[in-house]
């Protein structure tokens, strides 16, 4: 009768353990069985990975600019490239080292951190603040796509539609909806072409200017270490949100930081008092971009303290609000 | 259910349609201010019940905060309405000094009970104090493109700002469907705008663009997206 009681309690733990077993490997667990959030990270992956050229259109407020771009990833560099076919004449370039190959503008005090950061710590940041579903097949570009639904989990962010070609994996098309549903602007492929001849390309020279790659070069970092230098923090950022990277500019006159949810991205200005006196509180929109410009009270100055990004006016007001200057005693803690 | 509470329950749900006549309302009124009404407690509470409901559906925050009764004292307390209106109307007649002082009287109650409800309404949904209760849903703070017509000039082209950023008009009248519900408001001040030179306003809102876009480029995963979102490409090198 004993041993028969031992065979029944060993049973148990065994079953115990088992449960214990899947409940710990309860996000890669979740992670296989979930084909839209797989084929989200897959897309993140390859933007990063792949070479890759084409002409997109770009939809906003009932205006449509059509661009020419092009991604080259080499061992230590990812160049990319936009130049306007319409309007102005207008061309960006970022080119950048993917491990912070040194900052060429010593005011810059962080170094970039790798932007190849594709793993868990994303798709668990998307299922917090999106719920992914299939929404079907689409041609775009030609190519066959896969639909996605992302449906934001509140109302601090906007939600989307995206098209993933589903034989590179590439985002063919990215629809930003407001709040209710209604689209804010479109970015979509109308031709591309990946790899091939793209893999062997140089990389063009000459035609950037070295002061923007330089800034970005020099961008970003969130070691903690490094977190000793912020003096500001906010104090609420929606689910999901978590610090990607933070950067003194303009000779130590502007400090940024730079949240995302995985998908949307804000950044929070913090000026000098130079530039403070020089801008007055002010609300801008367009599109689905807000810019929140406010001025925070520290000591008896106004300091001007700006929130960036695809995100409702709410949610850059509230994080606005909410940004405190960490006293000193709390930094060299 | 007796005629009487079908005419009334007919009376508050025109109320809540704002669509009652004057008969109507003094109706619900004087069976609110009868006392040892069954009644009016009822009415109360389907009062109640209709906003909360109404609330639920457009997803406004519910407040539990009843303020009648805060309303009612500052009324009370006020001397001016219990002055027969005749009384009055000869005074105002009389000289100019006491015109002055009779109409002080309303506007003042006016501007308390809008305290009260200003007060009241952003304790209900200053979020600042909870914030690890995130809300599923917040206020919808979509600017039309009808209110964004500001001096469109001030900004790279496409950008425009609302005239009305630091100020915000409260409205109490949460019951005509159109509801105009306070924000917490950004510690902004007030400033004469015409210190501000255009240019430098410009360039700081295309300089502040121009980084967060190509930040964006980097951490959100949505591959060049970002940069077609660049408006202006010279300001980006300046």
């Known amino acids: 009768m004993r041993i028969r009681v031992i065979d029944l309690l060993k049973k148990r733990i065994k079953l115990a353990v088992i449960m214990t077993a899947i409940f710990t490997c309860g996000p890669s667990f979740s992670q296989q069985s979930d084909p839209a959030y797989d084929l989200m990270v897959r897309m993140i992956d390859t933007s990063k990975r792949l070479n890759y050229a084409g002409l997109v259109t770009y939809e906003k407020l009932g205006n449509l600019k059509s661009a020419k771009i092009l991604h080259l990833v080499r061992d230590t560099e990812i160049f990319e490239q936009i130049v306007n076919l319409n309007g102005p004449e207008g061309e960006f370039v970022n080119s950048s080292g993917i491990k912070g190959k040194g900052c060429q503008n010593p005011s810059v005090m962080f170094e970039r951190i790798s932007p190849l950061k594709i793993n868990d710590a994303v798709y668990v940041q998307l299922k917090q603040s999106y719920s992914i579903e299939a929404a079907g097949d689409a041609r775009i570009a030609g190519r066959d796509a896969a639909l996605l639904m992302l449906r934001p989990n509140d109302a601090w962010r906007y939600g989307y539609i995206v098209a993933i070609d589903k034989q590179s994996g590439l985002m063919l098309q990215s629809v930003l909806l407001n709040l209710s549903g209604k689209p804010m602007e479109r970015f979509q492929f109308i031709e591309i072409s990946v790899g091939g001849d793209l893999d062997s390309m140089d990389i063009p020279l000459g035609s950037y200017n070295p002061e923007i790659s330089g800034r970005n070069d020099c961008e970003l970092d969130d070691s903690p270490r490094k977190q000793y230098g912020l003096e500001w923090k906010a104090n609420w950022l929606p689910t999901g949100f978590v610090m990607t990277g933070s950067q003194l500019d303009r000779d130590g006159g502007q400090y940024s930081m730079v949240f995302s949810d995985g998908l949307a991205v804000l950044t929070v200005f913090i000026e000098s008092a130079e530039t403070s006196v020089k801008v007055p509180p002010f609300l801008a929109k367009s599109g689905a971009t807000v810019a929140l410009v406010s001025k925070i009270d520290v000591d008896g100055t106004f300091v001007t303290v700006s929130v960036v990004g695809e995100i409702p006016g709410d949610t850059a007001k509230r994080i606005a609000k909410s940004l405190i200057r960490v006293p000193d005693s709390v930094k060299n803690s | ?238």
């Open chain 2, 1 to 238: 259910m007796s005629d009487h509470e079908n005419r009334l329950n007919e009376s508050l749900s025109a109320l809540m349609d704002n669509e009652a006549s004057d008969i109507e309302i003094r109706r619900i009124l004087k069976e609110l201010n009868a006392e040892d009404s069954l009644l009016a407690v009822e009415i109360r509470a389907k009062w109640w019940r209709y906003h909360l409901a109404s609330a639920a559906i457009s997803k406004d925050a519910i407040s539990s905060v009843d303020y009648s009764r805060a309303i009612a004292d500052v009324i009370d307390s006020d001397n001016s309405h219990k002055i027969n209106p005749l009384t009055k109307m000869f005074s105002r007649s009389g000289t100019g000094a006491s015109l002055g002082l009779s109409s002080a009287g309303p506007f003042a109650i006016a501007a308390s009970v809008a305290l009260v409800a200003v007060l009241g309404v952003q304790n209900v949904s200053n979020p600042l104090d909870t914030a690890d209760q995130t809300p599923r849903f917040v206020q919808l703070d979509e600017m039309t493109d009808e209110k964004t017509t500001g001096p469109a000039n001030q900004f790279p082209s496409g950008w425009q700002a609302p005239l009305d950023t630091q100020a915000r008009t409260v409205s109490a009248n949460g019951f005509n469907g159109v509801r105009q519900y306070p924000h917490p408001i950004v510690d902004v001040k007030q400033t004469n705008k015409a210190e501000y030179s255009e240019q430098e306003v410009r360039l700081y809102l295309a300089d502040i663009l121009a980084k967060h876009s190509s930040y964006a480029a980097l951490h959100s995963n949505q591959s060049m997206l970002p940069f077609a979102r660049i408006e202006s490409y010279e300001t980006v090198s300046e």
